[in-house]
């Protein structure tokens, strides 16, 4: 089993739709959560971080995280064509004060018009 | 504010030469440095990481090897590079305290002829 996982896709949404994507961890001591953009070609870039149970929102971003079924998942509202990308779950090892983070293999999106 | 620059950005090089990667973070002191390679298609995989001068952790053994010679400075090498080596090579720093996400270099495309 992999330490994190995400559904590899593609999911397809149309323009203005929510768009769900979902990544489990394994370690239930995680306690910091990310998510990144990556474009076709680009280097990731964080859009989202979330540290504690619940939802938290920044613009059309809203970052959820169930700890106790180790669950994280982001939600991209009225979802536009220049989202389609590639979304990366990041989880911080708990374990090392090294900053490592294990990535998903990420969800690749596309956002139709 | 924090800014890391990777060069070069693309680089075609051929079996059995060597490699040198550079990394340099500005604007942030005592950063923890990590190199990843990105496949096609596939997720991240980090190969090095350094919390501090000299100081480097090696997640997988392979031809690459990685030096932090000064606070800010992080260099990926080979001797002799393979076919296999061939992928995106990602550079990404972090602050050394325990909730700091991973911001990313903008990569070089190593292509082995």
């Known amino acids: 089993q992999k330490e994190v996982e995400q559904n590899s896709g593609p999911l397809s949404v149309p323009e203005g739709a929510i768009a769900s994507l979902n990544c489990t961890y394994s370690d239930r001591g995680s306690q910091s959560f990310f998510w990144y953009r990556q474009y076709s070609g680009k280097s990731p870039e964080l859009i989202m971080f979330i540290y504690s149970n619940g939802d938290k929102e920044d613009g059309r971003f809203t970052a959820q995280l169930n700890k106790a079924s180790q669950y994280v998942s982001l939600l991209i509202r009225d979802s536009q064509p220049s989202d389609s990308a590639t979304y990366l779950c990041?989880?911080?090892?708990?374990?090392?004060?090294?900053?490592?983070?294990?990535f998903g293999d990420g969800t690749t999106l596309t956002v139709k018009p | 504010s924090q800014t890391i620059h990777q060069w070069p950005a693309t680089l075609v090089q051929p079996v059995g030469s060597p490699l040198s990667l550079e990394c340099t973070v500005e604007?942030?002191?005592?950063?923890?440095l990590y190199w990843y390679r990105q496949a096609a298609g596939r997720g991240l995989q980090l190969l090095f990481y350094s919390v501090g001068i000299g100081q480097i952790s090696s997640e997988v053994p392979q031809n690459l090897s990685a030096s932090r010679p000064q606070d800010r400075q992080f260099i990926l090498s080979s001797k002799k590079l393979l076919l296999s080596d061939s992928g995106f090579y990602l550079c990404?720093?972090?602050?050394?305290?325990?909730?700091?996400?991973?911001?990313f270099g903008d990569g070089t495309r190593l292509s082995i002829l």
């Open positions: 604007g942030t002191s005592n950063p923890n």
């Open positions: 990404a720093w972090s602050g050394d305290y325990s909730n700091q996400p991973q911001h």
């Open positions: 990041a989880v911080r090892d708990p374990n090392t004060n090294a900053g490592k983070s294990t």
